[in-house]
């Protein structure tokens, strides 16, 4: 069985992942965690809510289907961030499950700062078995629920770029911030963000 969960940021996505792991482990199940550009900046999953796991970094180059029949024996594999892996790589996840019998669970956003979709995630839409949006409660500065991701980059939201940025850390100038689609299409941020873009760097809820 191969599932995608997808979200916006700070929609538990991480979390989740980690929950389940955890359950699985406990039914006896033998898995691996995977990640690529977690936010801890190193080959751990990490979930904003402070649980954490080290886990396999996913390169470009990496097999997955030879790092898994490398192993003993696999029933089940965590791929988080799986929007950032390669195309071959989703597909190989799709040839463990169907001529391997491993379950993978990916967990990843849909879309990046412009609402497009990356093409990992289009894959998993278009090959796996169940797809489910999760909504833990991420909110648009208006109240409406966060359903899209915009890149903020010196206070105002960016509409083209590189796809993938890593950003909301101490060093790059880059956040991102989660919108409702009214928002994300208009580019307004609200209220609490300007004073971010005259230099509030300190202290924002945003520097995660
Ligand atoms: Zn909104």
Request: glycine share 10%; charged share 25%.
């Amino acid at each position: 069985m191969l599932k995608f969960y997808f979200g916006p940021m700070d929609c538990g996505k991480s979390t989740l992942a980690l929950q389940m792991n955890y359950n699985h482990g406990r039914q006896g199940r033998r898995g691996l965690v995977l990640t690529k550009h977690d936010r801890s900046g190193g080959p751990k999953v990490t979930s904003r809510i402070g649980l954490g796991l080290d886990a396999i970094e996913v390169v470009d180059s990496l097999d997955l289907v030879r790092l898994v029949t490398s192993h003993d024996r696999i029933d089940y594999l965590i791929c988080d961030e799986a929007c950032f892996y390669t195309v071959a790589q989703i597909e190989q996840l799709a040839d463990l499950v169907d001529e391997h019998g491993v379950d993978v669970y990916a967990f990843g956003l849909a879309s990046d700062f412009r609402s497009v979709m990356f093409p990992a995630a289009q894959r998993l839409f278009e090959l796996a078995d169940e797809v489910c949006r999760l909504q833990v409660e991420v909110l648009c500065w208006c109240g409406r629920p966060g359903q899209l991701n915009a890149r903020v980059v010196g206070g105002a939201m960016a509409r083209t770029g590189e796809q993938v940025v890593i950003g909301d850390t101490d060093a790059s100038p880059v956040r991102y911030q989660v919108l409702c689609r009214r928002h994300h299409r208009s580019g307004r941020l609200g209220e609490g963000s300007f004073s971010d873009a005259v230099g509030d760097a300190v202290g924002s809820d945003q520097a995660v």
